[in-house]
């Protein structure tokens, strides 16, 4: 429990862990975008059943990537180079 506390008090790995949430959330955004492109466009139909699926398998797999990082990432002692 002490490491735990100890990593939330690091400031290099709360900056990695935010840099890696930060280009992780954008990813699974622009496969957002790129859904609704498709569903706008006029060659694909994409019900709006099969849409709200896939938006609900991004979020859910964006999110799940980012606490699995996490998860790994809490397994290491960083120190960023100065």
């Known amino acids: ?16 862990q935010f840099q890696v949430r930060r280009k992780v959330t954008n990813l699974y955004k622009n496969f957002l975008f790129i859904l ?7 060659g694909t139909k994409i019900s709006s059943e099969a849409y709200r699926r896939g ?4 979020l859910d797999y964006g999110n799940d990537t980012i606490r699995e990082i996490e998860e790994d990432l809490s397994s290491f002692d960083i120190k960023l180079k100065d």
């Open 36 to 42: 609704e492109d498709l569903q706008e466009s006029e």
């Open 55 to 58: 938006r609900k398998r991004v």
């Open 1 to 16: 429990m002490e490491k735990d506390n100890e990593r939330e008090g690091n400031p290099d790995s709360n900056f990695l």
